[in-house]
T-cell receptor, first 110, second 113 residues
C-alpha cells in the first residue's frame, strides 16, 4: 500500500495559536514528500518539499515551517497562526515520476 | 520558468455532451504533464499523465489528453459527460528537479441534466 494519511481532517484555530499538521505515508521508504496549500483565489501552492529525513526545502517565505523527523512522516507547523494561513493543506508523495496526494486538512483560522 | 494556463475557470456542459478542458504550458525543459481531479473537500486524484512516448494518453473514467508540443498544449477530453464528472480539474507540469509541480488555476466542470 502507498496510502497517505493526513491528520487532522479539519481544524479550527484562533489567530496566534500554534499549529501542527501531520502527514504519514505507507509503502516505499525514503519517498520525496511535499506540502501544498490550496487557498481561495490562490490556487495550489507548493510550500515545502523533502527528499529525506531532516532535509527540508522551502518554496515561499511564510509563517510556516516543516520537519521530517522520520522517513515516512512529514509535519507542517506554525508558532503563531495568521488569518491568511486558512486553507486546505495537501500532502503528496512521489512515486516514480508522479505525485500522489493525501485527503487533505481543512484549516480555518478565526 | 514554468507556467500552466487553464483557459476557462468554469465550464458547463450537458450530460452526454463532449467535455473539453484546455491547458497550455510553458517550460524550458521537456515537461511531464498531469491532469488531476478534485471533488469537494477531497484530495487530488490523478486522472492521467504524459511523460514520454505516445502523445495521446488515456486515463481513468473515460478521459484522455493529447500532448501537442508544437501548440504547447495538453487538453483534456471526454466524449460523453456524466453527472459524476462534476468536479474541479487541475492541469500540472513538472520539469525541474525533485519533480515539483506547477499547477494551473483549475477549471470547475458543471454537468447539467
Amino acid at each position: 500500500s502507498q496510502t497517505i494519511h493526513q491528520w487532522p481532517a479539519t481544524l479550527v484555530q484562533p489567530v496566534g495559536s500554534p499549529l501542527s499538521l501531520e502527514c504519514t505515508v505507507e509503502g516505499t521508504s525514503n519517498p520525496n514528500l511535499y506540502w501544498y496549500r490550496q487557498a481561495a483565489g490562490r490556487g495550489l501552492q507548493l510550500l515545502f518539499y523533502s527528499v529525506g529525513i531532516g532535509q527540508i526545502s522551502s518554496e515561499v517565505p511564510q509563517n510556516l515551517s516543516a520537519s521530517r523527523p522520520q522517513d515516512r512522516q512529514f509535519i507542517l507547523s506554525s508558532k503563531k497562526l495568521l488569518l491568511s494561513d486558512s486553507g486546505f493543506y495537501l500532502c503528496a508523495r512521489l512515486l516514480g515520476n508522479t505525485q500522489y496526494f493525501g485527503p487533505g486538512t481543512r484549516l480555518t483560522v478565526l | 520558468a514554468q507556467s500552466v494556463t487553464q483557459l476557462g475557470s468554469h465550464v458547463s456542459v450537458s450530460e452526454g455532451a463532449l467535455v473539453l478542458l484546455r491547458c497550455n504550458y510553458s517550460s524550458s525543459v521537456p515537461p511531464y504533464l498531469f491532469w488531476y481531479v478534485q471533488y469537494p473537500n477531497q484530495g487530488l486524484q490523478l486522472l492521467l499523465k504524459y511523460t514520454t512516448g505516445a502523445t495521446l494518453v488515456k486515463g481513468i473514467n473515460g478521459f484522455e489528453a493529447e500532448f501537442k508540443k508544437s501548440e504547447t498544449s495538453f487538453h483534456l477530453t471526454k466524449p460523453s459527460a456524466h453527472m459524476s464528472d462534476a468536479a474541479e480539474y487541475f492541469c500540472a507540469l513538472s520539469g525541474g528537479s525533485n519533480y515539483k509541480l506547477t499547477f494551473g488555476k483549475g477549471t470547475l466542470l458543471t454537468v447539467n441534466p
